[in-house]
């Protein structure tokens, strides 16, 4: 019996860990989508693009792993803010529809830069924290996954805070809400827009950077994070900033109890059949209001 | 090509070339040749396979300009889709030993269901959950064409021989012919589907959906229809692409190919049949056959993702109805300078 629960807390644990994985992905997608009213499919390229210089730098310059990621952030913000500055900006009159597909024209550019730039051979990076277990006493969990679920949630504290009780998160607010009277308000919705595609850069970068060490380093390093993160926003509702994260963490928990009990070969397909019939049930999410659209 | 569609251009020609179909036909026949060059030693063989795997992909990427030029929508599930239709055909054919029209029905059929069954959860919802709903759907393919060895092969993959078609056995070029023949008979279907009243409905929702259900368009069932089109010319597009490269693997159902798809419809314009076809050659057969023979340039790695990524932003942004509305512009734009030219004398 506690054998069984040991297995429970065990699986739990480790799906708290793929859980922030998931989660920052699926913040940056959400950030994103109020702010540039995108969907944001190439959440997970970048990630991977930026995952591949921190790999790179690591590998090449030989840099320690936590200076090899802030490499990567730095290279996470700069194309965030090339992304916004080159095309984002310019497509204020482009239809949502016309903007999912730049974004989908941007997977493909990342897709090919990165092979392009660091080779098609498969690299690997290492766990920030190489070994050592925490003893629950019927459950172990290892010292790098504590402080993946540790950064993922910090990193989602001080978001949530700067977002609802300062200005800036305001300013973020209020032009997710309504971007032009926001700007006739006097928003800097631009500087808001940049920060937003760099700060959905880095958090891709992260996330990147935490399932690395699971799989090898390759352009479809992230397909699943942004897959799984997409799902996450699609279950919590795009409406508001909370739902997708804690939509996020429901597919980590979710699919690997299900890859453990059901199975191993269909579980995650299972997984997502469930959304898929989830959303008969609620089509705007679990926090989800009905979106109305006016003439 | 300029005599389609733009109305104010066939009025200027003979009644003959008002006939859409003559182009369409006479399109066929002339991509029909290529076969020729090939035997005279003029064309390489990989060329026509190239070729080939374009006109296939045509088919796919008309079904995907339906959905995205008319309601609207965007599918990340044509790879999936095709990924089925071919499967299917090769399990028909081969481990059930059956004919080509009943292998090529089944795997037009099936995937049309399921795309219907998904198009009836997602389409209630505002449009954006069709894409996310596809995405889910091909990562669900993907993972059970990988997983389940008994029909799919696994990720040995499956293969097939040439089809076998009212006892006449398949060549090689042969195969070819038939893919022109199945590309111009999609290309008139798709023409008259466009002209007809379904298509003046599906004009009429692109226009302003709330106008469109004022005059008593039902919204959720027209994009069923766009959607089940596309799903069903993936699946078509699916099974000619077994039986003419006569393998299927699972990496390369993909969502890159979703994309490569995505790409050919918006590069070629939306709405547009020969757009479409352009778009498809300038998305695969440019990187294949130009892209990769420019020296220093050819040989960089990841080359044609990003001239095609890079082509669908410039083409969002600048030119939003693609080649057929640039090469359209241009014509217009001639004529307008005739008629100016003529009322200056």
Known sequence: ?295 | MNERNDSSLANAKPALWKNPYLGFILFGLLISTLPLFAGWGLMKNSTLNYIGSVLVYTVAALGLNLLLGYAGLISLGTAGFMGLGSYIAAYVTKDMGMSFWAAAAAAVLIPTLIGLLIGLVSLRIEGIYLAIATLCVSEILLKSFEQADSITGGMQGKSVSYPVIFGHTFNRSTTYLLLVVVLTLVMILTHNFVNGHKGRALHAMRGSEVAAQAMGVNLLQYRLIAFSLATAYSALSGVLYVFFVKFSYPSVWNLTLSLLVLAAVVIGGLRSIYGTVVGAFVVWAVPDLILKNIPVLGRINGLPYIFNGILIILVVMFAPQGISGLWQAKFARKKKERENGKEAE
């Not at chain 1, 970048?46 to 921190?54: A, D, R, Y």
């Open chain 1, 1 to 295: 019996m506690s054998n069984e629960l040991g297995t429970i807390l065990q699986l739990f644990m480790r799906s708290l860990e793929t859980g922030s994985v998931y989660a920052l992905a699926a913040l940056g997608i959400i950030i994103i989508y109020r702010t540039s009213n995108i969907v944001h499919f190439a959440q997970g390229s970048l990630g991977m693009f930026n995952t591949f210089v921190v790999t790179y730098v690591f590998l090449s310059f030989r840099l320690p792993l936590w200076a090899s990621t802030l490499c990567g952030v730095a290279a996470a913000i700069a194309t965030g803010f090339l992304v916004d500055f080159l095309i984002i900006r310019h497509t204020k009159k482009v239809s949502p529809l016309a903007k999912q597909i730049i974004t989908l024209g941007l997977i493909m550019v990342f897709l090919g830069l990165a092979p392009m730039l660091f080779g098609v051979d498969p690299l690997s990076l290492p766990r920030f924290l190489q070994s050592g277990d925490f003893s629950l006493g019927i459950a172990a969990i290892s010292h790098n996954a504590v402080l993946n679920i540790s950064l993922g949630l910090v990193l989602m504290g001080i978001l949530f805070y700067v977002l609802q009780k300062t200005k800036m998160g305001l300013a973020v607010r209020t032009t997710a809400s309504n971007e032009p009277v926001a700007r006739l308000m006097g928003v800097p919705t631009r500087r808001v827009t940049l920060a937003a595609w760099a700060l959905a850069g880095v958090l891709g970068c992260l996330s990147g950077v935490m399932i690395a060490p699971t799989t090898t380093v390759t352009t479809s390093l992230m397909d699943a994070v942004q897959v799984n993160a997409l799902f996450g926003c699609v279950l919590g509702g795009f409406q508001t900033f909370y739902g997708p994260v804690l939509g996020a963490y429901i597919i980590g928990v979710g699919r690997n109890f299900l890859v453990y009990y059901v199975s191993s070969i269909w579980g995650e397909q299972i997984m997502y059949l469930l959304i898929l019939i989830f959303l008969i049930f609620r089509p705007n999410g679990l926090i989800g209001t009905k979106f109305v659209k006016k003439v």
